[in-house]
């Protein structure tokens, strides 16, 4: 019998201190991130990995066969960020290990400060795959683009042209204070959804799925710092992953939704709301007021367990916000809030 194969995105971000203030994650921290993980490559731990940063947190991509919660997977982040952290001690460099809230590594890095989105996915015949980062917002401020990407017509047009979209999408909800979920079902359920996902201190959206045969389409991160914490020590900068094409939203449409910004919680200390700013990887630096909120987006495809590669074994990787038709979102007029 044909076994479609399983391949698993982990994405796994923790700010581990930065420069100057909560501005990047420079060069040394990365290159300890960049080691880790081509030694769990070398080890055939993971198939292949992409380091990158959203303002000052350090984000692991990583594609594998081992599945979601994977204890080595997350030891594998773990033990990169506890690296990490202590080098930026030694630097003296702002925050130092500010996301690693517990330290005592117990099987599952979820629940200790770094957030989490994975997806276990059987490969189609080609799996085109966003991956979303942000810098200076908190969990919920994916809803209102998950709404937009796999509830809104008026967003996503195969929603209504592409038969395959037409029985609709399930989205799991978190309430992160009860720490209890609710599957919800559009377009039968939108109201109740949106009644939900607009707390976006509250409820967030944790999966997608398409209603019709449950295929997984979005995963996003649910850590809520200040309930680990007990108080405020952070912003959450959520990240999610989100599968495009062929009886799912087009790349197109999942990234519309951001072509104007939108406020979310966030910026300076955690204590304002402001607009999101969507920018490529040079941009991924959060300045003015510690901020405006940024989010960066990478585009990539799956093929037979890995982040395609070119000929030299690098993986691509498309910077998705690198692109003047998002500058209506950038220089959009707004004030502090
Ligand atoms: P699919 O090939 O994924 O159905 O997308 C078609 C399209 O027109 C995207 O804009
Ligand atoms: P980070 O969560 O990105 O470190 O931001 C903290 C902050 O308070 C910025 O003003
Ligand atoms: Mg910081
Ligand atoms: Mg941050």
């Known amino acids: 019998m044909f076994m479609a194969r399983k391949t698993t995105i982990s994405l796994i971000k923790c700010d581990v201190g930065s420069l100057a203030g909560h501005h990047i994650v420079p060069k040394p921290l990365l290159n300890i991130a960049e ?16 380091v990158f940063n959203a ?113 609709g999408f399930k989205f799991e909800v978190m309430d992160t ?34 209603a019709s045969d449950d295929l997984i389409c979005a995963a996003g991160s649910v850590t809520r710092l200040s309930l680990i914490a007990g108080k405020y020590v952070g912003k959450d900068d959520p990240v999610m992953i989100t599968r495009a094409q062929h009886g799912l939203p087009a790349l197109g449409e999942i990234l519309v939704p951001f072509m104007h910004s939108y406020l979310v919680e966030g910026w300076m200390r955690g204590s304002h709301w402001g607009p999101i700013m969507p920018v490529g990887l040079k941009d991924s630096k959060c300045t003015v007021f510690d901020g405006p909120p940024r989010l960066v987006a990478l585009g990539f495809q799956v093929s037979n367990g890995q982040i395609a590669s070119d000929d030299m074994g690098k993986p691509m990787v498309a910077d998705l916000f690198d692109d003047p038709a998002f500058e209506p979102a950038k220089r959009c007029n707004w004030r502090r809030c």
């Not at 204890?71 to 690296?83: G, M, P, Q, V, W």
């Not at 599952?108 to 991956?131: F, L």
Request: glycine letters at 8%; hydrophobic letters at 40%.
């Open 35 to 50: 080691k880790r993980l081509k030694q769990a490559q070398e080890k055939g731990l993971i198939n292949n990995y992409y």
């Open 55 to 167: 303002g000052d947190d350090l984000e692991l991509l990583m594609v594998h066969e081992k599945g979601e919660s994977n204890h080595r997977i997350h030891k594998l982040a773990f033990d990169t960020f506890t690296e990490a952290a202590d080098k930026a001690l030694k630097l003296k460099l702002y925050g130092a290990g500010q996301d690693l809230l517990k330290t005592a590594f117990a099987g599952n890095i979820c629940g200790m400060g770094p957030g989490v989105a994975e997806m276990e996915i059987e490969e189609r015949g080609s799996d085109p795959i966003v991956v979303f980062a942000a810098d200076k917002t908190s969990a919920g401020a994916f809803n209102l683009p998950l709404f937009s990407m796999f509830a809104d017509p008026m967003n996503t047009a195969g929603l209504v042209i592409d038969p395959n979209m037409a029985g």
């Open 177 to 210: 204070l009860e720490n209890t979920t609710v599957v919800l079902k559009s377009p039968e359920e939108m109201y109740e959804l949106i009644a939900l996902i607009g707390t976006v201190q509250r409820y967030v959206v944790s999966r997608v799925w398409r």
